[in-house]
Protein backbone atom coordinates (compact mmCIF):
# COMPACT_ATOMS: atom_id res chain seq x y z
CA UNK A 1 0.00 0.00 0.00
CA UNK A 2 3.17 2.57 1.06
CA UNK A 3 4.05 1.92 -2.58
CA UNK A 4 0.74 2.48 -4.39
CA UNK A 5 0.30 5.23 -2.80
CA UNK A 6 3.51 6.66 -3.60
CA UNK A 7 2.77 6.29 -6.85
CA UNK A 8 -0.29 8.33 -6.58
CA UNK A 9 0.84 10.88 -4.78
CA UNK A 10 3.97 11.44 -7.66
CA UNK A 11 0.92 11.63 -10.66
CA UNK A 12 1.83 8.63 -12.08
CA UNK A 13 -1.09 7.01 -14.25
CA UNK A 14 -2.17 3.84 -12.99
CA UNK A 15 -4.26 2.25 -15.26
CA UNK A 16 -5.22 -0.99 -12.94
CA UNK A 17 -4.32 -2.65 -9.67
CA UNK A 18 -3.78 -6.21 -9.61
CA UNK A 19 -4.57 -8.16 -6.88
CA UNK A 20 -5.70 -11.26 -4.79
CA UNK A 21 -9.64 -12.55 -5.34
CA UNK A 22 -10.96 -11.76 -1.94
CA UNK A 23 -10.90 -14.24 0.56
CA UNK A 24 -13.15 -15.54 3.72
CA UNK A 25 -11.45 -13.70 7.04
CA UNK A 26 -12.96 -13.37 10.02
CA UNK A 27 -14.85 -15.22 12.04
CA UNK A 28 -18.06 -15.48 10.09
CA UNK A 29 -15.56 -16.11 7.23
CA UNK A 30 -17.37 -13.18 5.27
CA UNK A 31 -15.40 -13.29 1.71
CA UNK A 32 -13.05 -9.78 2.51
CA UNK A 33 -10.98 -7.83 0.10
CA UNK A 34 -7.02 -7.41 0.41
CA UNK A 35 -6.12 -3.94 2.24
CA UNK A 36 -4.63 -3.47 -1.53
CA UNK A 37 -8.05 -3.74 -2.99
CA UNK A 38 -9.42 -1.44 -0.51
CA UNK A 39 -6.64 1.29 -0.80
CA UNK A 40 -6.88 0.88 -4.21
CA UNK A 41 -10.66 2.03 -4.48
CA UNK A 42 -10.50 4.51 -2.08
CA UNK A 43 -7.98 6.25 -4.59
CA UNK A 44 -10.40 5.78 -7.37
CA UNK A 45 -8.34 3.05 -8.74
CA UNK A 46 -9.33 0.23 -11.17
CA UNK A 47 -9.16 -3.36 -9.44
CA UNK A 48 -8.28 -6.43 -11.02
CA UNK A 49 -8.56 -9.61 -9.16
CA UNK A 50 -7.59 -12.98 -11.50
CA UNK A 51 -7.24 -16.00 -9.52
CA UNK A 52 -5.10 -17.04 -12.11
CA UNK A 53 -2.44 -15.10 -14.39
CA UNK A 54 -1.99 -18.09 -16.85
CA UNK A 55 -4.89 -17.19 -19.37
CA UNK A 56 -3.23 -16.19 -22.60
CA UNK A 57 -6.23 -13.25 -23.00
CA UNK A 58 -5.87 -11.68 -19.38
CA UNK A 59 -3.35 -8.88 -20.73
CA UNK A 60 -5.68 -8.12 -23.29
CA UNK A 61 -8.41 -8.24 -20.99
CA UNK A 62 -6.52 -6.04 -18.72
CA UNK A 63 -6.53 -2.91 -21.31
CA UNK A 64 -3.81 -0.97 -23.26
CA UNK A 65 -0.29 -1.83 -23.06
CA UNK A 66 0.91 -0.52 -19.90
CA UNK A 67 4.34 1.06 -19.72
CA UNK A 68 5.50 -0.42 -16.42
CA UNK A 69 4.59 -3.00 -13.88
CA UNK A 70 5.01 -2.83 -10.12
CA UNK A 71 4.90 -5.98 -8.35
CA UNK A 72 5.28 -6.35 -4.38
CA UNK A 73 4.72 -9.57 -2.29
CA UNK A 74 1.90 -10.58 -5.14
CA UNK A 75 2.25 -14.30 -4.03
CA UNK A 76 1.97 -16.02 -7.46
CA UNK A 77 4.78 -16.15 -10.12
CA UNK A 78 4.28 -14.38 -13.30
CA UNK A 79 4.26 -16.12 -16.50
CA UNK A 80 6.28 -14.69 -19.61
CA UNK A 81 3.27 -13.52 -21.20
CA UNK A 82 2.51 -11.38 -18.27
CA UNK A 83 6.30 -10.41 -18.04
CA UNK A 84 6.46 -9.05 -21.35
CA UNK A 85 2.97 -7.17 -21.06
CA UNK A 86 4.26 -3.94 -20.05
CA UNK A 87 6.66 -2.22 -22.76
CA UNK A 88 9.26 -1.62 -19.68
CA UNK A 89 8.55 -5.12 -18.63
CA UNK A 90 7.80 -6.08 -14.80
CA UNK A 91 9.86 -4.86 -12.03
CA UNK A 92 9.67 -6.45 -8.38
CA UNK A 93 10.31 -4.75 -4.86
CA UNK A 94 11.46 -7.25 -3.00
CA UNK A 95 12.42 -7.33 0.68
CA UNK A 96 15.93 -8.39 1.01
CA UNK A 97 19.15 -7.49 -0.26
CA UNK A 98 19.64 -9.90 -3.32
CA UNK A 99 20.70 -12.43 -3.89
CA UNK A 100 20.07 -13.39 -0.54
CA UNK A 101 17.12 -14.63 0.43
CA UNK A 102 15.15 -15.35 -3.05
CA UNK A 103 11.88 -16.61 -2.29
CA UNK A 104 8.54 -16.18 -0.47
CA UNK A 105 9.61 -15.32 2.89
CA UNK A 106 12.95 -13.41 2.71
CA UNK A 107 11.78 -11.02 6.03
CA UNK A 108 11.35 -14.38 8.50
CA UNK A 109 14.81 -15.94 6.97
CA UNK A 110 16.49 -12.89 7.83
CA UNK A 111 15.53 -12.74 11.30
CA UNK A 112 15.83 -16.66 11.48
CA UNK A 113 19.42 -16.55 10.51
CA UNK A 114 19.94 -13.31 12.72
CA UNK A 115 21.33 -11.05 9.79
CA UNK A 116 22.22 -7.74 11.12
CA UNK A 117 21.02 -5.98 7.84
CA UNK A 118 18.42 -6.22 5.36
CA UNK A 119 16.61 -4.36 2.81
CA UNK A 120 14.62 -3.69 -0.49
CA UNK A 121 15.97 -4.45 -4.34
CA UNK A 122 14.22 -2.96 -7.16
CA UNK A 123 15.00 -5.96 -9.37
CA UNK A 124 13.65 -6.29 -13.02
CA UNK A 125 12.07 -9.85 -13.05
CA UNK A 126 12.48 -12.79 -15.34
CA UNK A 127 11.10 -15.84 -15.30
CA UNK A 128 13.20 -17.39 -12.38
CA UNK A 129 12.37 -17.08 -8.57
CA UNK A 130 13.57 -13.45 -7.96
CA UNK A 131 16.78 -14.24 -10.07
CA UNK A 132 16.45 -10.84 -12.65
CA UNK A 133 19.14 -7.67 -12.18
CA UNK A 134 18.86 -5.23 -9.69
CA UNK A 135 18.61 -1.43 -10.69
CA UNK A 136 18.92 -0.53 -7.25
CA UNK A 137 18.71 -1.05 -3.42
CA UNK A 138 17.70 0.05 -0.05
CA UNK A 139 19.58 -0.90 2.93
CA UNK A 140 18.20 -0.62 6.68
CA UNK A 141 19.42 -2.85 9.83
CA UNK A 142 17.51 -5.34 11.79
CA UNK A 143 16.61 -4.45 15.25
CA UNK A 144 18.09 -6.75 18.07
CA UNK A 145 14.18 -7.33 19.24
CA UNK A 146 12.76 -6.56 16.24
CA UNK A 147 10.06 -9.19 14.79
CA UNK A 148 9.54 -10.61 11.40
CA UNK A 149 5.62 -7.93 11.53
CA UNK A 150 7.23 -4.79 12.73
CA UNK A 151 10.17 -5.24 10.16
CA UNK A 152 7.63 -5.58 7.49
CA UNK A 153 5.94 -2.49 8.02
CA UNK A 154 9.23 -0.81 8.10
CA UNK A 155 10.18 -2.61 4.83
CA UNK A 156 6.97 -1.82 3.03
CA UNK A 157 7.70 2.07 3.67
CA UNK A 158 11.25 1.37 2.57
CA UNK A 159 10.16 -0.13 -0.37
CA UNK A 160 8.16 2.67 -1.31
CA UNK A 161 10.99 5.23 -0.73
CA UNK A 162 12.97 3.07 -2.92
CA UNK A 163 10.51 3.20 -5.89
CA UNK A 164 10.42 7.14 -5.71
CA UNK A 165 13.74 6.82 -6.31
CA UNK A 166 14.15 4.66 -9.07
CA UNK A 167 11.04 5.02 -11.12
CA UNK A 168 12.38 8.32 -13.06
CA UNK A 169 15.19 6.19 -14.72
CA UNK A 170 12.84 2.91 -15.25
CA UNK A 171 10.43 4.95 -16.86
CA UNK A 172 13.18 6.70 -19.11
CA UNK A 173 14.66 3.59 -19.83
CA UNK A 174 18.26 4.77 -18.66
CA UNK A 175 18.75 3.04 -15.26
CA UNK A 176 21.40 -0.01 -15.80
CA UNK A 177 20.60 -2.92 -13.64
CA UNK A 178 23.33 -5.12 -12.33
CA UNK A 179 23.32 -8.80 -12.71
CA UNK A 180 22.97 -11.03 -9.18
CA UNK A 181 25.82 -12.92 -8.38
CA UNK A 182 24.42 -15.89 -8.20
CA UNK A 183 27.08 -17.80 -6.42
CA UNK A 184 25.35 -15.67 -3.65
CA UNK A 185 22.02 -16.98 -3.40
CA UNK A 186 20.74 -18.34 -0.42
CA UNK A 187 16.68 -19.20 -0.35
CA UNK A 188 14.38 -18.33 1.74
CA UNK A 189 11.20 -21.11 1.44
CA UNK A 190 7.89 -20.63 1.96
CA UNK A 191 7.25 -20.61 5.97
CA UNK A 192 4.54 -23.25 7.42
CA UNK A 193 1.94 -23.20 10.47
CA UNK A 194 4.11 -26.18 11.71
CA UNK A 195 6.99 -24.05 11.38
CA UNK A 196 6.19 -22.21 14.91
CA UNK A 197 6.74 -25.41 16.90
CA UNK A 198 9.77 -24.74 19.45
CA UNK A 199 12.68 -27.39 19.73
CA UNK A 200 14.21 -26.87 23.11
CA UNK A 201 17.29 -28.70 22.14
CA UNK A 202 18.32 -25.58 19.79
CA UNK A 203 20.42 -23.49 21.54
CA UNK A 204 18.07 -19.72 23.37
CA UNK A 205 19.67 -17.13 21.05
CA UNK A 206 17.69 -19.26 17.85
CA UNK A 207 14.78 -20.37 19.79
CA UNK A 208 14.61 -16.02 20.49
CA UNK A 209 14.85 -15.63 17.08
CA UNK A 210 12.13 -18.23 16.42
CA UNK A 211 9.85 -16.46 18.20
CA UNK A 212 10.42 -12.44 16.97
CA UNK A 213 10.77 -14.46 13.03
CA UNK A 214 6.89 -16.00 13.32
CA UNK A 215 5.16 -13.34 15.09
CA UNK A 216 2.83 -11.99 13.94
CA UNK A 217 2.12 -15.53 12.07
CA UNK A 218 2.48 -18.55 12.42
CA UNK A 219 3.27 -17.53 15.96
CA UNK A 220 5.70 -20.06 17.81
CA UNK A 221 4.43 -22.49 20.35
CA UNK A 222 5.62 -25.17 22.93
CA UNK A 223 3.75 -28.66 23.95
CA UNK A 224 3.12 -28.67 27.72
CA UNK A 225 3.78 -32.25 28.58
CA UNK A 226 0.58 -32.36 30.86
CA UNK A 227 -1.15 -30.99 27.57
CA UNK A 228 -2.18 -28.18 25.51
CA UNK A 229 0.11 -25.94 24.13
CA UNK A 230 1.65 -22.28 25.01
CA UNK A 231 2.21 -20.05 22.38
CA UNK A 232 4.99 -17.37 22.66
CA UNK A 233 5.12 -13.95 21.67
CA UNK A 234 7.55 -12.70 23.02
CA UNK A 235 11.08 -13.60 25.03
CA UNK A 236 14.42 -13.21 25.69
CA UNK A 237 18.08 -14.74 26.20
CA UNK A 238 19.16 -14.74 30.01
CA UNK A 239 22.34 -15.62 31.60
CA UNK A 240 21.53 -18.33 34.27
CA UNK A 241 22.79 -21.02 35.57
CA UNK A 242 20.91 -24.26 34.89
CA UNK A 243 22.92 -27.13 35.05
CA UNK A 244 21.82 -29.99 34.64
CA UNK A 245 18.45 -29.03 33.24
CA UNK A 246 16.86 -31.23 30.38
CA UNK A 247 15.94 -29.07 27.64
CA UNK A 248 12.58 -28.24 27.87
CA UNK A 249 12.38 -27.93 31.72
CA UNK A 250 11.14 -25.18 33.47
CA UNK A 251 13.93 -24.05 35.68
CA UNK A 252 12.10 -20.71 37.34
CA UNK A 253 8.32 -18.96 36.88
CA UNK A 254 8.64 -15.85 38.06
CA UNK A 255 6.72 -12.06 37.15
CA UNK A 256 9.60 -11.15 34.79
CA UNK A 257 9.16 -14.53 33.13
CA UNK A 258 8.69 -18.06 32.77
CA UNK A 259 12.61 -19.32 32.46
CA UNK A 260 12.89 -22.49 30.39
CA UNK A 261 16.28 -24.60 29.53
CA UNK A 262 17.03 -25.12 26.30
CA UNK A 263 20.00 -27.09 24.57
CA UNK A 264 21.94 -24.22 25.21
CA UNK A 265 21.45 -21.44 27.57
CA UNK A 266 17.55 -20.27 29.08
CA UNK A 267 15.21 -18.88 27.14
CA UNK A 268 12.13 -16.24 29.46
CA UNK A 269 9.06 -16.24 27.83
CA UNK A 270 7.74 -12.98 28.45
CA UNK A 271 4.67 -12.44 26.76
CA UNK A 272 2.40 -15.95 26.13
CA UNK A 273 -1.03 -16.96 24.71
CA UNK A 274 -2.74 -19.91 26.15
CA UNK A 275 -4.80 -21.47 23.98
CA UNK A 276 -8.31 -19.80 23.42
CA UNK A 277 -6.67 -17.32 25.14
CA UNK A 278 -5.78 -13.65 24.80
CA UNK A 279 -2.17 -12.22 24.70
CA UNK A 280 -0.62 -11.80 28.04
CA UNK A 281 2.05 -11.21 29.96
CA UNK A 282 4.44 -13.91 32.35
CA UNK A 283 2.44 -12.15 35.48
CA UNK A 284 -0.98 -12.74 34.05
CA UNK A 285 -0.34 -15.63 33.15
CA UNK A 286 1.50 -17.35 36.03
CA UNK A 287 -1.83 -15.66 38.03
CA UNK A 288 -4.11 -18.01 36.52
CA UNK A 289 -1.74 -20.94 36.14
CA UNK A 290 0.30 -23.41 38.08
CA UNK A 291 3.60 -24.05 36.64
CA UNK A 292 4.58 -26.38 39.13
CA UNK A 293 5.73 -29.82 37.58
CA UNK A 294 5.08 -28.99 34.23
CA UNK A 295 7.49 -28.99 31.71
CA UNK A 296 7.46 -28.35 27.60
CA UNK A 297 8.13 -31.00 25.41
CA UNK A 298 11.51 -31.06 23.79
Known amino acids: MPSLRALVARGVTVPVVLTQPDRPAGRGRRLTASPVKQAALTLGLPVAQPASLRSPSLAEALGPRPDLMIVIA ?6 SAMLEWPRLGC ?5 SLLPRWRGAA ?3 RAVLAGDAVTGISVMQMDEGLDTGPVHLMRETPIGARETAGELHDRLAALAAEALVAALPGLLAGTS ?4 QRTALATLAPKIAKGDGTLDWHAPAVELER ?13 LLDQG ?13 AVSGARPGA ?3 ATRDGIDVATGAGV ?12 VMDAAAYLAAHSLTGVAFVA
Open 267 to 278: LRLTKVQPPSGR
Open 74 to 79: YGLLLP
Open 106 to 108: PIQ
Open 250 to 252: IVA
Open 91 to 95: VNLHA
Open 176 to 179: EAVP
Open 228 to 240: GRLRVWDAVVVDA
Open 210 to 222: RVRAFNPWPVAEG
